[in-house]
RNA sequence: GCCGGAGUGGCGGAAUUGGCAGACGCGCUGGACUCAAAAUCCAGUGACCGCAAGGUCGUGGAGGUUCAAGUCCUCUCUCCGGUACCA
């Protein structure tokens, strides 16, 4: 049925001559038939349309390759097209177009990114739907992409803002609710199916949904978010500049609220390793790759003690050079470990090393743990759970001024570049389980509660941060790690008096790796030896493990914004109507949950969500007696960008987000060309979200884009980036209306390679504006009164000659097409039409093959002379044309004859000439000849078809 | 700092496995057409020396490998993009 639908599309494509003849007309009765954008493509354009020439079928066709090309979709902005998006969409419709032309079924789609702040910004300022604004803004993006000429399948047009769209949006975002990752398996799998520890399931019903819900792939969590109260509304990072609000200079807070986190840190491991399979270049993949940031090390418990609050405060000092702290038996605040901490040993080295570490142990992760023997002192992240009970009673003022400094401080302060280290001792201290040194405890913002166990153990003499920290408060550095050369019998001898040595001053930081000293039993070691023993060692002892860390986090996956898609869950409110911390997801037979009515987009004031204000039948539903409150949260924009390319396979699809026999017979997008400011979150984003359906039997396909090229920036004139404070911005319409879109086109492939980034120049489009006119005259007399050929087509073949230049043509321009290179393709074809401008003589079926070639860059001026050659469909499935080597090929080349590597002659010979045959031709040249007399010839080097160079003395 | 990418005429950019550096386009110069201009067509156009034939230099810089280097190796400078205390 879908192939039959497929055939009638095709049928009504070749159907259509009639009308196509008529439209000639208007060209005809022009006084001169001169090349006319402004009529031609407003014409094909019509007649594609009408036609539904680029429509593509439900499935490939049987026995044809099917190729799915895919464009970022844009953001339909109040700005319009920028110059920059015709670059990636004009790559991928010539790679389309030449490949319908080469038999493959071909899927090429395109559609809108609509949810985004500008829409709801303008709505609260005028009162304006977010959606009539949204909807005007694709209108106009949807007029200029087709006055480009693209050949989209316009049926499959979506925008992320149709209720029908968002509806499998929020499926797949309950997919990933229902979905937990197992890590055995390393995959994710239904909830229904984690396994319920018994002590759990002991507890009951709630136990259970609580493990449950800790489990799930979506989760909630309390993380901080900009709250204005001027503006009365939470800012997006990008919305607030230097603390204060980027609209009004207002005073922005950080205040922790309730969100909704996705868990793509359990697929950080798969979303790494399927790089490798990917054809994406080296640069997107190390970009990936760094934001990943796999790191492995070791997780190694220090012993603090148990949490005694009533104990008397021991560590006096605030500096680490006045610790010579009284000697107290039992804890790690004594001065040496004592009772308490050889008992703590004993128990681990029975027990081993807990899952999660229990209260009287500072857990910390390192990816250097050869150097646990320089460790001096410890670190915590100032959000550390330990903070308050590390703290004693002298130094509490201090680290509480300290901690509340940094709440207050944001991100972007905390990780200031070239600034000082800050940071304040607790007055406690941790046991180094190493060697049973004593190590104070400090607090400090350099360290991240975020990343790792938010603790460190911290070793200066081989740690940058670690090495400005102990510099800033004269903290000891003791060197563990020498330089690979030579690890001198010295150090390694006073190894034993290490902390003798300990007083030495390190004055350089050392970060390689090296060879141990000073570290007991370990001395000698290389880096890498040592760290696998010492893992192997602490393991045993129960001590430590091996460790993964990532610096990817959770994706903070809410915004508290009206225009986005709701969550399709709902929290159970209990008799008072307090949330009683159940949630439920909402039946898929219910979904879309559309957004409410609203009276007006006016923030109410309060750091909730906007649709806090929403109408009670919306917010409030009953379900079976229970009353609950709706996720008044939005997802955030990349929700809708994440699975798009799915969505367009099957877009009208109301029982499915997608057909599995649809996915299976287009995915995975074969190529995906779009900007480099997506190269990390977008892409990653939307790797996990497949994963994911994929891990739950949705797709078939691991990864989602095969082949991914980033088109280049396009700057303006004076080589400075496109902007309007620049006054440098290119508007395409205005390119269209003066040169066509055919110019616009070939201009931007033109350029420069595809990747570059690269500055405009009208002159440029002037230039490949005359290319196409003198192409134009190639084949139409512009000088008739009538539409007719140039006197110069003739009905023969083309000689050996002609056949020569156009196959030379072909071979070049289709290797090109393949590998994206859109600028030499096109100078190839500026080739063909010098060579033939100067001809009388232009054979008709030459000329028809070249048209051919120009058609994928510059589709309607070549559907018109096609049309004018004497044709009567379309060209775009016309058979591309073959490359025939035999006859591009020359017949006598040139060689160059080079003495001492210099150029002195050259040698026309054919083609084929062998290496005596060069060299006889090369010795027989008269200048050659006349340079050689008299010297002493040492070597010669003859390379067939390429050069001989002769070595003299 | 770290990770990517790139440096070639006046400008945008070409150059299989190392094999004639500067394809193609812009700009510029000269010529044809024109009363003139635009458009178009033809020719020239890396720098320097030379009347010419021809020669010397030349792909950010310095070394190296090679008969031969824009291309390979070592060091180095500059620009662009990403990232930023990730232990």
Redesign the pocket.
């Known amino acids: 049925m879908d192939r039959g639908r497929f055939i009638e599309a095709l049928s009504r494509r070749r159907l259509l001559l009639v009308p196509v003849s008529c439209s000639l007309s208007p060209v005809s009765s022009a006084a001169m038939p001169r090349y006319n954008h402004a009529t031609i493509e407003p014409k094909w354009q019509a007649y594609w349309e009408t036609h539904q020439t680029f429509a593509a079928p439900r499935l490939p066709s049987p026995g044809s390759k099917k190729l799915y090309a895919l464009d970022m979709f844009p953001y339909p902005s109040g700005d319009g097209l920028h110059v920059g998006h015709p670059e990636g969409y004009t790559a991928t419709d010539i790679v389309c177009r030449a490949a319908r032309m080469q038999g493959c079924s071909v899927m090429h789609p395109m559609g809108f990114d609509a949810f985004g702040l500008p829409a709801e910004e303008h709505a609260i300022k005028t009162g304006e739907h977010p959606r009539s604004r949204t909807e005007k803004n694709i209108d106009t993006f949807r007029r200029q992409l087709k006055s480009l000429g693209f050949s989209y399948d316009w049926n499959r047009e979506l925008a992320t803002t149709d209720v029908e769209y968002f509806r499998w949006t929020q499926w797949i975002f309950l997919q990933i609710y229902d979905t937990w990752f197992d890590g055995e398996a390393q995959r994710g799998r239904p909830i229904r199916e984690l396994p319920i520890p018994d002590d759990i399931r002991k507890q009951g019903e709630g136990a259970i949904r609580a493990y449950q819900d800790e489990h799930r792939l979506a989760y909630q969590t309390e993380a901080p978010v900009n709250w204005c109260p001027a503006l009365g509304t939470v800012l997006a990072n990008e919305e607030v500049v230097n603390g204060k609000s980027e609209r009004g200079s207002h005073p922005v807070v950080r205040m922790p609220l309730r969100q909704w986190m996705l868990r793509i840190t359990a697929y950080a491991d798969r979303l790494e390793k399927d790089l490798d399979s990917l054809d994406w ?4 993949k ?2 990936q ?3 990943i ?1 796999r ?1 492995t ?1 070791a997780e190694v418990d220090f012993y603090i003690g148990e949490p005694a609050p009533d104990e008397p405060a021991c560590g006096e000092a605030a500096s680490a050079a006045a610790e010579a702290a009284s000697p107290r038996a039992g804890s790690p605040q004594a001065g040496s470990p004592g009772p308490s901490y050889a008992a703590w040993k004993k128990a681990r080295d029975k027990g081993g090393f807990p899952r999660k570490p229990e209260d009287d142990v500072l857990r ?5 743990p050869d150097t646990l023997f320089g460790a001096t002192y410890m ?1 915590i ?1 100032p959000e550390h759970p330990f903070v308050e009970r590390l703290t004693t009673a002298s130094q509490q003022s201090a680290v509480k001024s300290y901690c509340e400094a940094a709440t207050r401080k944001s ?1 972007l302060d ?9 940071g304040v001792f607790t007055g406690s201290y941790a046991i180094n389980p190493v060697n049973g040194e004593r190590v104070p405890i400090w607090v400090a ?15 200066p003499a081989h ?4 090495f ?2 102990a510099q800033q408060f004269g903290l000891p550095i003791i060197q563990v790690v020498a330089k690979t050369s030579a690890p001198d019998k010295a150090a390694l001898g006073e190894a034993a008096s290490a902390a003798a040595e300990a007083a030495s001053p390190v004055i350089e930081c050392l970060a390689a790796e090296g060879v141990a000293i000073h570290s007991g039993p370990y001395n000698g070691l290389s880096t890498a030896q040592f760290k696998k023993k010492i893992a192997a060692d602490l393991a045993s002892q129960g001590l430590g493990r091996e460790a993964v ?5 959770d994706w903070l996956f809410s915004r508290q914004r009206f225009w986005g898609e709701p969550f399709p869950l709902l929290h159970e409110l209990d008799s008072a109507g307090k949330p009683t911390g159940l949630v439920r997801a909402v039946d898929e037979k219910n979904l879309p949950v559309d957004l409410p009515h609203l009276e007006d987009f006016k923030p109410h004031g309060r750091p909730e969500p906007p649709l806090d204000k929403a109408p009670d039948d919306w917010l409030y539903p009953v379900i079976d007696g229970n009353r609950y409150k709706r996720e008044t949260n939005t997802m955030p924009q990349w929700a809708g960008s994440c699975w798009y390319y799915l969505r367009f396979l099957d877009p009208q699809n109301d029982k499915a987000a997608i057909d599995l026999e649809v996915e299976k017979a287009w995915m995975p997008v074969d190529l995906y060309v779009g900007g ?2 997506h ?2 979150l977008h892409l990653l984003y939307s790797r996990f979200w497949h994963k994911v359906l994929y891990d739950r039997g949705v797709v078939s396909t691991p990864e989602p884009f095969r082949k991914l090229v980033n088109q280049g ?1 396009i700057l303006g004139e004076n ?1 400075e ?1 496109m902007s309007k404070s620049r006054g440098n911005v290119i508007n395409p319409d205005e390119v269209v209306a003066e040169y066509g879109a055919d110019s616009l086109r070939l201009y931007e492939m ?4 595809l ?5 405009w ?1 009208m ?2 489009v ?3 504006f ?2 196409l ?2 192409v134009w ?1 190639l084949v139409v007399d512009d000088r008739a009164e009538a539409m007719v050929l140039s006197a110069a087509v003739v009905d023969r073949p083309p000689t050996a000659e002609e056949n020569r230049v156009l196959h030379q043509t072909i071979g070049a321009v289709t290797a090109d097409i393949a590998t994206l ?1 859109f ?2 393709a ?3 074809m ?2 063909f ?2 060579h033939f ?2 001809a009388s003589e232009r054979p008709r079926q030459m000329l028809e093959k070249f048209v051919l070639l120009l058609a994928p860059f510059a589709p309607h001026v070549a559907e018109e002379l096609w049309q004018a050659l004497g044709h009567a469909e379309t060209l775009a499935y016309e058979p591309w044309p073959a490359f025939d080597e035999s006859l591009a090929r020359e017949d006598s ?4 004859v ?1 003495i ?5 002659s ?1 040698l026309t010979v054919p083609a084929e000439a062998d290496a005596a045959t060069l060299e006889a031709a090369a010795l027989a040249d008269q ?1 050659i000849a006349e ?1 050689v007399a008299g010297k002493q010839i040492v ?1 010669k ?1 003859v ?1 067939p ?3 001989v ?1 002769i ?1 003299v003395k």
């Open positions: 270049s080296e640069g997107i190390a970009l790759r760094n934001w940031g790191s090390g910390i992760y390192t990816t250097r670190v992240a991100d905390r990780t200031e570049l070239a600034k000082e280290k800050t913002d350099y360290v991240l509660i975020s990343y790792g166990t938010g603790a460190i153990m911290a070793v740690d940058e941060r670690d400005e920290f860390n990532y610096k990817l986090r480099a400011e190269a990390v920036m080589n980036k033109f350029m420069g390679p990747e570059a980034t690269k500055p120049s002159q440029g002037n230039g490949v005359g290319f006119n003198r005259r290179s600028n030499t096109i100078s190839r500026m080739e039409t010098n401008t100067a080349i040139e060689v160059p080079q001492n590597g210099k150029l002195r050259k200048r340079l070597k080097i390379v078809r390429k050069l160079n070595v």
